[in-house]
């Protein structure tokens, strides 16, 4: 069997091989059936293929019903028994609309047997999701406006969270700096200034469609205060990409402690791209090394072990 978990920017594929991670904007007409059609030959078609999504959500929809009608259309042209993972913790065969944004759920749904009293902290390129796995039940039918306001979703990740959205102001040479709120460096600039991702996992584009190397982050956060690399030097850009750091992680940090705090949990358990950073910070459990690499794609994994699960294999 193999699990597909289709989100706005990335596509994620588990199968027996391992996990497969492409960069897929839906937003610029991404060719999901195209990327899964080298899949397709390996996979058993005896059994369906097991997929979740967040894409639905990107602006390129009128609505979340196109966008899953779209990404269920898309997956079903090369896996034509296709079931789709829902918010209610059920498989679907078509498109319904408990079936957007359901990917954190069924991380939460594969985890909580093995880690029943934890908090779970899955931060990838995009968004933060953070979920406390002793209340399951609470969590069916939440949709991603839900939470938001209950803290369970904080829209910042490693790669694509535009660095003004996070600071107003930087101190640069003890001045109190304001910054340009265009989209000139992303969080990928800071966490690879900062040695936290390597090049090789700046996998989205660049704000300025440019090199993914050290000094092409460094010119692109100088930009952020309105300055070339020589005005301020590589020390101030790496103050930007420090301060982007630290608010970030006051941010993520603060909202996971909220969480433990209000379902008396006292345990964190950490996937995705960051999770060896925020495992750190949070003095957690690293999935990434309890798991394997399949923690960089864990909804994709578990939509596969959760259907794996439910047809008792």
Same mark, same amino acid.
């Given at each position: 069997m193999?699990g597909?978990?289709?989100g706005?920017?990335?596509?994620?594929v588990?199968?027996?091989q391992?996990v497969?991670i492409?960069?897929?904007p839906?937003?610029t007409g991404?060719?999901?059936?195209d990327?899964?059609r080298?899949?397709a030959?390996?996979?058993?078609?005896?059994e369906p293929?097991?997929?979740?999504?967040?894409?639905e959500?990107?602006?390129c929809?009128?609505?979340k019903?196109q966008?899953?009608g779209f990404?269920?259309d898309a997956?079903r042209?090369?896996?034509?028994?296709a079931?789709?993972y829902? %918010?209610?913790?059920?498989f679907?065969?078509?498109a319904v609309?408990v #079936?957007?944004a359901?990917n954190?759920? +069924?991380? =939460? @749904?594969?985890?909580?047997e093995k880690y029943p009293?934890?908090?779970?902290?899955?931060?990838?390129s995009?968004?933060a999701?953070i979920?406390p796995?002793s209340?399951?039940?609470d969590?069916?039918?939440?949709?991603?406006?839900?939470?938001l306001?209950k803290g369970?979703?904080?829209y910042t990740?490693?790669l694509?969270?535009?660095?003004?959205?996070?600071?107003?102001?930087?101190?640069?040479?003890?001045?109190?700096?304001?910054?340009?709120?265009?989209?000139f460096?992303a969080?990928?600039d800071?966490?690879l200034v900062?040695g936290?991702?390597?090049?090789?996992?700046y996998?989205?584009d %660049?704000p300025?469609?440019?090199e993914?190397?050290?000094?092409a982050s #460094?010119r692109?956060l100088?930009?952020? +205060?309105c =300055? @070339?690399?020589?005005e301020i030097?590589?020390?101030g850009?790496?103050?930007?990409?420090?301060?982007?750091?630290?608010?970030?992680?006051e941010?993520?940090?603060?909202?996971v402690?909220r969480?433990q705090?209000?379902?008396?949990?006292?345990?964190v358990i950490?996937?995705?791209?960051?999770?060896?950073?925020?495992a750190?910070?949070?003095?957690g459990?690293?999935?990434?090394r309890a798991?394997?690499?399949?923690?960089d794609?864990?909804?994709a994994?578990?939509?596969?072990?959760?259907?794996?699960?439910?047809?008792?294999?």
């Open positions: 193999i597909i978990d289709v706005g920017a990335n596509l994620k588990a199968d027996g391992g497969h492409h960069y897929c839906l937003w991404a060719p999901i059936s990327l899964l080298q899949y030959a390996a996979a058993d078609h005896n293929a097991a997929v979740v999504m967040s894409g959500l990107a602006d929809f009128e609505n019903l966008g899953i990404i269920a997956v042209k090369v896996f034509p028994k079931r789709f829902g %918010t209610d913790a059920t679907h065969d078509g609309p #079936l957007a359901a954190w759920l +069924v991380s =939460a @749904d594969f985890l909580r009293d934890a908090v779970l902290l899955d931060i990838g995009t968004t999701d979920i796995l209340r399951f039940s969590l069916l039918g939440l949709t991603d406006l839900a939470r306001q369970y979703l904080v990740g490693m694509r969270t535009p660095v003004a959205t996070l600071l107003s102001s930087v101190n640069l040479g003890r001045i109190t700096t304001p910054v340009s709120t265009e989209y460096a969080s990928a800071a966490h900062l936290h991702i390597a090049p090789v996992e996998t989205c %660049t300025d469609h440019k993914k190397t050290p000094e #460094l692109r100088a930009r952020v +205060v =300055a @070339d690399l020589e030097g590589e020390e850009a790496r103050e930007i990409a420090g301060a982007f750091w630290e608010r970030q992680k941010i993520v940090c603060g909202a402690r969480v705090e209000e379902n008396g949990v006292s345990s950490v996937a995705g791209l960051g999770a060896s950073l925020f750190r910070e949070l003095c459990t690293d999935l990434n798991l394997g690499p399949v923690a794609a864990l909804p994994y578990a939509v596969r072990e959760v259907a794996l699960r439910k047809h008792g294999k």
